[in-house]
Structures are given as structure tokens and as C-alpha cells.
């Protein structure tokens, strides 16, 4: 429902700055009365702007403020309006009146200790001529009776020792704005092994039941989208073209490479309407890339300057170029201004207007720089995969953090599930019990050199080792990331012949019995199923549409 704030409170209280707060957090309307005042004949001065407005209140009984009102609002106007100010009891009497049937009308009260406001008046730089000190302005009619309007205020805030956006806080708890209730409409996916499940595919297939996309990480990742067409993204959420509808929001935690960015922006057609980058997010140099170029041989890095970067945003709190390289975050960059604004409080707003959201990570569980784990050459117990790892926290719960969303809002995590895991080729770390792509071939039926063409890494093109499934792995995957949902992909891989499967029933005996054996270990329904990569490549079993 459409929130009405009729705004009352003395000169110098903060007013001005409360409806700058509102119009940046909520896109509020201001309705001025000192505006109003201005057009129909009174002088840029306060003594003659009361006089005005105390004359209109005589003639129309307060009603003036109500009608003008009127004549402004309209089935277009935003969710929140705000009438600066109100200053005498029937002018918001009349408005609840005239619009209490429509809209909420909330009478917000702000006030502050009489020092406070003299000291204020005394340094505002006002756009009108002011009494000549506070004492006189305290003389005036209309302020003498001013807080006399608390009594029928329906929130009134001390603003004596409150910034603006805390008096925001406190004046509009309860209406809705913010959220009400911990609703969970989050879904996350999420790698179960070593990256390169298909969470691309299976994130383009499920965007279209969400009102906002958010990706995290960085262009260390590429993920191939088969909706509406094939599309490899690497800084963009999977289904930014499969949902033309959907807010696309990069959240703080995320490395931004401009060249990428810029690309994907321009190849999508995204504006500044549907597209925010949050301020913080980091930006990736050149040097970045060059050093890690340099460096990154020993971990099978895809080196895109992700690590370097990540390091530096926590280095350069001490020093402003760690590494000799100046650090700039989103808000230090021209070409992504119009872009540029923090992620939360978009949260927050979709959140309060119940929609849904859904958030992709990047690369897999075991390659978290936190959790990730690889094979022991020591023994049967698996062993912590540092520095074989990526350069942020890769589950669920990085992921959340990342982007800046509260646990308690997931709904659903999805985690995506290769039938044969794979590690980027040459250094990149232990993997147990790697077979050859002929192997598989054998096994499947797909031939061997459609495998090793589709093995590729998305980013360093560099050919993957592949293993048998580690059953254990995504035991453990699934219990780190609190799955409750599976999406199992490379189907085809076990039988090139559920390439043909349109359904569950389609799939080959192996297959099923393999899909129920995951389910035992993960404690998750197996809900997707990737038989092929493309548009309708999706079996789909979910209970939760």
C-alpha cells in the first residue's frame, strides 16, 4: 500500500535531510509546501512564507494543503509520498480525510532538544531569508505552536543525538518499507566439487521464477547459459537474457574486471535501471593479471587477477597501493556511476515487497579458500586443500556474505552435481581417482573426443582431468552447504542414451539407480537433471515451483 508521510517537526529539526534519506533508500516523492507557497506569491523569506501560509489556513480552514495534494498525486505517483511540512492540526486532519481511504497516512513528528536547534539555525545555510537568530524564529506564530502537533503525531523521534538515516529508521518501523517478517525468498546455487557442475545451465533454466539476480565472485568463472540461446557469462548472473524482467544486482563481495564488464553490459543491453553494481565491489587491474601470470603456474591458476585483487582490497586498508597497485573499488570508476549503488537496500526493498531472489555462486565447494579439501596421499581421510583453492569462501554461506543477504532469508540451496567431478588440467591439485575421457567413453557411449572438446576450462580453455565420483565429497558438500536440493548434471555421461530422456522415467536403469544412491548420501532430492546442454536439457522434479 501506498505510504502518505505527512512531515511536521521545528525549523532546523533535520526535515530536509529526512526526505533526502527517504528519497534515496525508497525513491520518495517530496511534496513541498514551501514550494507551493513560492508560486502563489510569497516572498523567499520565513517571516513571509508563515504569514502566507497562516493567511491560507485562515481562508481555507488548513484545507489548502490537502487540495494542492490532490492535484498532484496520481495513480503513477511512488510508493512513498512526503508532504513537507505540515504545520497546524487541520492540515493533517484534512489529509487523512481526503486520503486515508487510499493510501496509509503516517503523521511523523521530528524534534530535537531547544540547544540542538539553536545551534542548528544558527549554522544552516538556508535558500531563504531567516529571522534574524533563533530567539525571534521562537517568537513567530507558527512556531510557538509547532510541537503542539506531537500529540497527534503517529510517531514522533528525538533527532537530538540521531544521524538522518536513524531518524528514517525509527520514524518508519512498522509500515512495511523495511522489511516485516524474516520471509525466506532466497535461492542459492552452488558448486558441489571442484567448479565446472553446469551451474550455468541450470541457473538460466530456473531465472525466469525470480525477481532479482545477483552473482558474486569473479571472471575466474565462466558459466555457459543455454536460455534463450548459448550465452557464456563471467561477471553477470546466468539468466540476465533468459529474464529480460529481472533486477541483476553484483554484489559487494564481488572482483569486477572492467573489460569483461563492460562487454557483458553492452552485449546484454543492460541500463542503469535494471543493473547495480554494489559500491564496494572490487575493481581488477591489468597488474593484477600480470602478476598472477607471473605467479600462478604453482595452483593451476586461471590467472584473471582475482586473488591479486582480493588481496589487495585487505591490504590496502593499511597502504593505498599494496603490491604498487593503487586499489579502486566500483564507486572509484566513471564508466560504472550510473551503475553504482549498495546492494542492501535493494535487498531490503524486494525483500519488504515479498520477491524473490536468486543468488549464483561460482566455482565449486572444495575449491573454497576456507573448506576447500582434496585427497590425502597420507591416509583415507581427505585432508585441507589450501593452497590447491580459490581466493574467497565458495559455499553457501560465503556466498550469502558475499553478496550481503542474511541466512535466515535462503529458502532453497541448490547444489550442482557433476556424475564424473573434474579438475582444471596440470597443477590445480589432487583429485581422486582420475580416469581418462576414453574411460568414460567406453562406459557412455559418447565419444571420446566430444568429451575432451566439451572438457575445456570455460576461462583458461586449458583441458580438464576428470575422476569417478567422489561419493564422499558430496556427502560432505551437501552437509557444508545445508543442500536441500540436488541438480544433477553430465547425465549423458553415465548413458548417452538419456540425452533422449524427457523425463524421469526416460532415463536409463543405471542412471535412476545412481540418481537414488546420491539422494542416500546427500540427504536431498535429486530435483534436476541435465541430460543435455540445451534450452529444454532440464529434467525437471522439484516439488517447490
Known amino acids: 500500500m501506498r505510504v502518505l508521510i505527512a512531515l511536521s517537526g521545528p525549523v532546523g ?125 521562537q517568537n513567530s506564530e507558527t512556531e510557538r505552536a509547532i510541537r503542539s502537533l506531537k500529540a497527534v503525531a503517529d510517531r514522533v523521534v528525538d533527532a537530538s543525538r540521531c544521524e538522518p538515516d536513524s531518524v528514517v529508521a525509527q520514524a518508519v518501523a512498522g509500515l512495511g518499507l523495511y522489511p516485516l517478517e524474516l520471509d ?49 557469462y563471467i561477471q553477470l548472473p546466468s539468466g540476465t537474457a533468459a529474464n529480460a524482467k529481472a533486477d541483476i544486482v553484483i554484489g559487494a563481495g564481488a572482483t569486477l574486471y572492467l573489460p569483461q564488464l563492460l562487454k557483458e553490459i553492452g552485449e546484454r543491453g543492460l541500463t542503469a535501471v535494471r543493473l547495480s553494481i554494489d559500491p564496494q565491489a572490487m575493481i581488477i587491474e591489468d597488474a593484477d593479471r600480470t602478476y598472477e601470470s607471473t605467479h ?12 591479486a585483487a582480493t588481496a589487495r582490497k585487505i591490504l590496502g586498508r593499511f597502504h593505498p597501493s599494496p603490491i604498487d597497485i593503487p586499489v579502486r573499488l566500483a564507486r572509484d570508476v566513471a564508466e560504472l556511476k550510473n551503475f553504482v549503488r549498495p546492494a542492501i537496500p535493494l535487498f531490503e526493498a524486494a525483500f ?37 583453492v580459490t581466493s574467497r569462501d565458495t559455499t553457501a554461506s560465503g556466498c550469502l556474505a558475499d553478496a550481503g543477504i542474511a541466512p535466515g532469508r535462503v529458502r532453497k540451496v541448490i547444489m550442482v552435481t557433476r556424475t564424473y567431478p573434474i579438475r582444471v588440467g596440470g597443477t590445480s591439485g589432487p583429485i581422486a581417482r ?71 522415467a526416460d532415463l536409463t536403469e543405471e542412471t535412476r539407480h545412481f540418481i ?26 522439484r516439488n517447490w515451483l
Not at 600462478?296 to 586473488?307: L, N
Not at 535429486?526 to 529434467?539: A, K, M, N, Q, Y
Request: proline share 3%.
Open 13 to 137: 529539526v533535520g526535515k530536509s535531510s529526512f526526505c533526502e534519506v527517504l528519497k534515496a533508500r525508497f525513491d520518495a516523492d517530496r511534496f513541498s509546501t514551501r514550494e507551493l507557497l513560492l508560486t502563489i506569491g510569497a516572498k523567499r523569506e520565513r517571516e513571509d512564507l508563515q504569514a502566507t501560509g497562516e493567511r491560507l489556513d485562515r481562508e481555507t480552514d488548513g484545507k489548502w494543503v490537502s487540495d494542492a495534494l490532490a492535484r498532484k498525486l496520481s495513480e503513477n505517483s511512488p510508493q512513498v509520498i512526503i508532504v513537507d511540512a505540515i504545520r497546524i492540526k487541520k492540515q493533517i486532519d484534512h489529509i487523512r480525510r481526503h486520503f486515508g481511504d487510499r493510501v496509509r497516512v503516517w503523521h511523523v513528528f521530528i524534534d530535537a532538544d531547544d540547544e540542538v536547534l539553536r545551534a542548528r539555525y544558527h549554522n544552516r545555510h538556508s535558500q531563504i531569508g531567516e529571522f534574524t537568530d533563533y530567539d525571534q524564529l
Open 434 to 504: 582420475e580416469i581418462t575421457y576414453k574411460a568414460i567413453s567406453d562406459r557412455s557411449g559418447v565419444p571420446a573426443e566430444e568429451i575432451a572438446g566439451t572438457e575445456k576450462g570455460s576461462i583458461s580453455r586449458n583441458p580438464r582431468r576428470i575422476a569417478e565420483f567422489d561419493w564422499e565429497q558430496v556427502r560432505r558438500a551437501s552437509s557444508l552447504n545445508g543442500a536441500t536440493d540436488i541438480a544433477l548434471s553430465f547425465s549423458d555421461y553415465i548413458s548417452i542414451e538419456n540425452r533422449k530422456a524427457r523425463q524421469y
Open 184 to 232: 525466506r525468498l532466497v535461492d542459492v546455487v552452488v558448486g558441489g566439487q571442484y567448479g565446472s557442475e553446469g551451474k550455468g545451465h541450470v541457473c538460466s533454466y530456473l531465472a525466469s521464477g525470480y525477481d532479482m539476480l545477483v552473482r558474486v565472485g569473479g571472471p575466474n568463472a565462466g558459466h555457459w547459459a543455454a536460455l534463450p540461446e548459448k550465452i557464456k
Open 352 to 388: 519488504a515487497r515479498g520477491k524473490k531472489v536468486f543468488l549464483e555462486g561460482t566455482q565449486g565447494t572444495d575449491l573454497s579458500l576456507h573448506h576447500g579439501v582434496c585427497p590425502s596421499e597420507d591416509g583415507p581421510i581427505a585432508k585441507g586443500a589450501w593452497p590447491h
Open 296 to 307: 600462478g603456474d604453482a595452483i593451476g591458476s586461471t590467472k584473471q587477477g582475482v586473488g
Open 516 to 541: 537414488e544412491g546420491v539422494e542416500r548420501v546427500t540427504n536431498a532430492p535429486v530435483s534436476l537433471i541435465s541430460t543435455r546442454f540445451e534450452p529444454r536439457g532440464i529434467i525437471d522434479r
